[in-house]
T-cell receptor, first 112, second 108 residues
Framework: NAGVTQTPKFQVLKTGQSMTLQCAQD?????MSWYRQDPGMGLRLIHY???????DQGEVPNGYNVSRSTTEDFPLRLLSAAPSQTSVYFC???????????FGSGTRLTVV | EDKVVQSPLSLVVHEGDTVTLNCSYE??????LLWYKQEKKAPTFLFML????IEKKSGRLSSILDKKELFSILNITATQTGDSAVYLC????????FGEGTQLTVNP
């Protein structure tokens, strides 16, 4: 059972480039979320999804898009990368609300 | 809007000390509170608390919830250097609302 898989683990982008961070889970979880974590700060919610075809914004959605065409996948798109998006990104999933989430191993993104 | 506040933000202790980490929350439709430990990687799940006054325990770690006063504490006894990490408190619904975390450093 792979759990939550994030790719890539590391990425360097130039300002203005776009890219997609991949997140896949094989646990048939309905709830999936994207967080970013900056040094000295907690995790901040970017976008989340409560099921295929349903997404919503979190605390810091600007500059990011998501879609949820399948239960398994929840990709995060950076439209035009900016240095302020340098961060570690975590994807998490959960079958039921109010219970513990399973996190991916993270993607460390640097925008230069 | 749901809110989770942790204190202290940073704590430095010596091996063998006992520490208490605090988490207060303001959420609508509270159902549970989660504690995570994060080292230099993804957060790992520690405890889920749903009922007031019932202590959850795992080895040297324990946690309790007070639903009346809207807080939880995480205790670590006989700390070890391997306990050095960020401890995160979170309240789940369709998404997780995290506190800022407590950075615990245990020195030999």
């Amino acid at each position: 059972n792979a759990g939550v898989t994030q790719t890539p683990k590391f990425q360097v982008l130039k300002t203005g480039q776009s890219m997609t961070l991949q997140c896949a889970q094989d646990m048939n979880h309905e709830y999936m979320s994207w967080y970013r974590q900056d040094p000295g700060m907690g995790l901040r919610l970017i976008h989340y999804s409560v099921g295929a075809g349903i997404t919503d914004q979190g605390e810091v959605p600007n500059g990011y898009n998501v879609s949820r065409s399948t239960t398994e996948d929840f990709p995060l798109r950076l439209l035009s990368a900016a240095p302020s998006q340098t961060s570690v990104y975590f994807c998490a999933s959960n079958q039921r609300p109010y219970y513990g989430y399973t996190f991916g191993s993270g993607t460390r993104l640097t925008v230069v | 809007e749901d809110k989770v506040v942790q204190s202290p933000l940073s704590l430095v202790v010596h091996e063998g000390d006992t520490v208490t980490l605090n988490c207060s929350y303001e959420v609508t439709n509270f159902r549970s509170l989660l504690w995570y430990k994060q080292e230099k990687k993804a957060p790992t799940f520690l405890f889920m608390l749903t009922s007031s006054g019932i202590e959850k325990k795992s080895g040297r770690l324990s946690s309790i919830l007070d639903k009346k006063e809207l807080f939880s504490i995480l205790n670590i006894t006989a700390t070890q250097t391997g306990d050095s990490a960020v401890y995160l408190c979170a309240v789940p619904s369709s998404r997780l609302t995290f506190g800022e975390g407590t950075q615990l450093t245990v020195n030999p």
